[in-house]
């Protein structure tokens, strides 16, 4: 228990939003309605990605953000916050992925940024293609690009998710999915290529169509 105590401590001194939650779990006046203005956004936009619905998006995260609060006397930090966090996201959403009878495809617009900047689907276009795109305008190439994370199954949504708009780290996102930091690299490699796959016809680097298969810096 001790080892335990010193641990948390030390996160809590790393980490300001396990701080915050601590306050939560105090019951201090305004800490939660702080933590849930500081997260909100970033995790409706993730819940957006992983459900495809902006309106079940909202009613997840707010799911989340009730767990929290239930549990919040129970907290003990172990990780960092937001890695706790999105592990009740992310299970959530499974969960909810699984007890539907169909995933619809919602495709996003390009000017659907959140306040930490560029949703996945921008991100990945960025990515995949730092020449201009000559074929496509971005916004057409992003809508393509949030079809094709639509597409991927749900475990490599969510990493591709988690990595791309979270900026997490594998062993972040091992943790999140209650995976080894192996699978979350194969899971995100295999990804990648799926999504080169449903993109070469439009994804271009250097006037060229990227071949199906190629690999890029990331998958080393």
């Not at 993730?46 to 619905?53: I, S």
């Not at 992310?90 to 992925?97: E, I, R, S």
Request: hydrophobic share 45%; net charge neutral; aromatic share 4%.
């Amino acid at each position: 228990m001790a080892a335990i105590g010193k641990t948390s401590t030390q996160l809590a001194l790393r980490d300001p939003d396990i701080r915050l939650m601590l306050r939560v779990r105090n019951d201090e006046a305004g800490a939660f309605e702080e933590l849930v203005e500081l997260y909100q956004h970033r995790l409706i936009g993730v819940m957006h990605h992983l459900v495809g619905n902006a309106e079940e998006a909202e009613d997840l995260a707010q799911e989340v953000f009730l767990r929290v609060y239930r549990a919040r006397q129970k907290y003990r930090p172990r990780a960092k916050f937001s890695t706790w966090l999105f592990t009740i996201a992310n299970n959530l959403a499974l969960n909810h992925l699984r007890a539907r009878s169909r995933r619809p495809v919602v495709p996003l617009a390009v000017n659907d940024s959140g306040p930490l900047g560029p949703r996945p689907a921008e991100q990945l276009v960025r990515d995949q293609a730092a020449q201009p795109v000559h074929r496509l305008q971005q916004q057409e190439l992003a809508a393509l690009v949030q079809q094709a994370i639509q597409g991927l199954n749900e475990r490599q949504r969510a990493a591709v998710i988690l990595n791309k708009f979270e900026d997490m780290n594998y062993a972040e996102i091992a943790e999140v999915m209650g995976l080894t930091t192996k699978a979350v690299k194969s899971l995100l490699s295999r990804a990648r290529m799926n999504l080169r796959a449903a993109l070469q016809a439009y994804v271009c680097m250097d006037g060229e169509v990227v071949p199906e298969g190629t690999a890029s810096d990331d998958d080393e």
